[in-house]
C-alpha cells in the first residue's frame, strides 16, 4: 500500500483533514469492519467509533508513520468490541437474525488479514471501471468469461483482455502481500 | 486461467462480500460529525505519556486542598446536571503504543453507592508483584480520579463516585506499588465514554 502520513490536521481534529482521511481511508476501514461484523449497520457504527478513536489515539502516531497499519488495527478493535457487546446481546428480533448470523462467527481474525482486505479493496479501486466489473463478475459471481461478455455485452476476447490486465495489475499491486504470505 | 497470476488467498479475498460492499454516501458526514464534537469535547485528552506527564505535576499538587475543591465541584456539577442519563454510559477503549494488541469496553451503570464500572479488556497482560492496572475517570481539562485496580482486565468490575458526563474519559494505567499515588502516566487503553442509545 502506497505510505501516507497522518496529517496534522487530524490530529488537531481539524473537519477538513478529518474528512480528507476518512475519504483516504473509509471504504477501506468499511470493508475491515463489514468483514469482522457481516453487517452493514454495525460496520457502518465501527467506522465512526474507528476514526473517533483514531482521532484520540493521534498523539500517540508518529507523523511519518504509516497511518494503514495503525488504522487497522484500530478498526479490528472497534469492530470486535461491537461484535463482543452484540454477542451480549440476550435475545433478537427475528428481523435482525440475517445480520447477526455471520458476527456470532467472528474467530477474532488477525490484523494482518483485516490490512490485506483493505489492501485488496485500495488495488481493486486503482482498475479501471470496466476492468474492475469484469473483476467482480468472475471472481464475486463466479462466472466464466463467456459469461462475463454475455452479461456486459462485448466480445469474449475484450473480456479475456481486460481480464487480463486486471490480473497482471492485481498480481503487481498486491505482490507484498505474496511476499510476506512466502507464495510465488 | 482467468487468475493463474492470482494466489488461493487472493482469490479468495476477491471473493469476499467485504471486498465489494460500499459504505453509504452520508457516513462520510456522520464520521467527520462524530470525530469532530469528540475532538470538540475532549481537547486535551491523556493518550501520551507527556501529557499525562504534564498533568500529574499539577494533578497532585495541593492534593488534600485541590480534593476538596473538586470533591465539591463534582457534587455540585453532578446534582445540578444530574449526571441524568441514568446509564449505561459505554468507553469503547483504544490502545496506546504501550499496549497495542489491546482492547476493550467499559460499561458503566448508575447505582444508589455510585457508578458500577464492567470493564472488559483483553490483550493486556497479568500484572502482579508490585504492579498492577489502575483505571481513572478524566474530566476534559485532564483532572484524573481513580476507580480502582486489578491485576488482570478480563471480567473486572469497578466503582467510581463521579459520574461520566463530568468525568467523560476512561483511562486505564499500569503502576506500580510505589507509594505513589500519582499516575504513572503509562496509558494502555483510553477512550470516551459515551451514553448508549
Known amino acids: ?184 | 486461467m482467468i487468475d493463474d497470476e492470482l494466489t488461493d488467498e487472493l482469490r479468495a479475498m476477491l471473493a469476499d462480500p467485504a471486498t465489494w460492499v460500499e459504505p453509504p454516501p452520508d457516513l462520510e458526514d456522520r464520521v467527520v460529525g462524530a470525530v469532530v464534537a469528540d475532538a470538540n469535547q475532549t481537547s486535551g485528552n491523556v493518550s501520551t505519556l507527556a501529557d499525562a506527564r504534564r498533568r500529574r505535576s499539577r494533578w497532585w499538587l495541593g492534593a488534600v486542598a485541590a480534593s476538596a475543591i473538586v470533591v465539591v465541584a463534582v457534587a455540585s456539577v453532578a446534582v445540578t446536571r444530574g449526571d441524568s442519563h441514568s446509564g449505561p454510559f459505554e468507553a469503547a477503549l483504544t490502545p496506546t503504543e504501550l499496549a497495542s494488541s489491546a482492547s476493550g469496553t467499559a460499561v458503566l451503570d448508575r447505582t444508589d453507592s455510585g457508578w458500577s464500572i464492567y470493564l472488559d479488556a483483553t490483550g493486556l497482560p497479568r500484572l502482579d508483584d508490585g504492579w498492577f492496572y489502575q483505571a481513572w475517570q478524566q474530566t476534559n481539562d485532564g483532572t484524573l480520579v481513580p476507580v480502582g485496580t486489578f491485576n488482570e482486565g478480563s471480567d473486572v468490575t469497578l466503582w467510581a463516585g463521579v459520574g461520566p458526563l463530568t468525568f467523560p474519559i476512561f483511562v486505564i494505567t499500569e503502576e506500580a506499588a510505589d507509594g505513589n499515588q500519582d499516575s504513572s502516566g503509562r496509558v494502555v487503553l483510553t477512550g470516551p465514554i459515551l451514553a448508549t442509545p
Open chain 1, 1 to 184: 500500500m502506497e505510505s501516507a502520513s497522518a496529517p496534522e490536521g487530524f490530529r488537531e481534529g481539524d473537519p477538513d483533514a478529518v474528512r480528507a482521511v476518512y475519504l483516504r481511508y473509509g471504504r477501506w476501514v468499511y470493508a475491515v469492519a463489514f468483514r469482522t461484523l457481516g453487517s452493514a449497520s454495525l460496520a457502518e457504527e465501527a467506522v465512526q467509533h474507528t476514526f473517533v478513536n483514531a482521532w484520540r489515539a493521534a498523539a500517540s502516531l508518529q507523523p511519518d508513520r504509516d497511518m494503514a497499519p495503525w488504522l487497522a488495527t484500530i478498526a479490528r478493535n472497534a469492530a470486535l468490541d461491537i461484535h463482543r457487546r452484540e454477542a451480549r446481546r440476550p435475545v433478537l428480533a427475528l428481523s435482525e437474525l440475517d445480520n447477526h448470523d455471520r458476527s456470532g462467527s467472528v474467530d477474532d481474525p488477525s490484523v494482518e488479514s483485516q490490512f490485506d482486505i483493505g489492501a485488496v479493496r485500495e488495488a481493486i479501486d486503482a482498475l479501471s471501471d470496466e476492468e474492475r466489473a469484469v473483476i467482480r463478475l468472475a471472481h464475486f459471481d463466479g462466472l466464466s468469461h463467456a459469461e462475463v461478455a454475455t452479461r456486459l455485452g462485448i466480445p469474449i476476447g475484450t473480456v479475456k483482455s481486460r481480464s487480463s490486465r486486471a490480473h497482471r495489475h492485481l498480481a503487481r499491486s498486491l505482490a507484498h502481500l505474496r511476499a510476506s504470505d512466502g507464495t510465488s
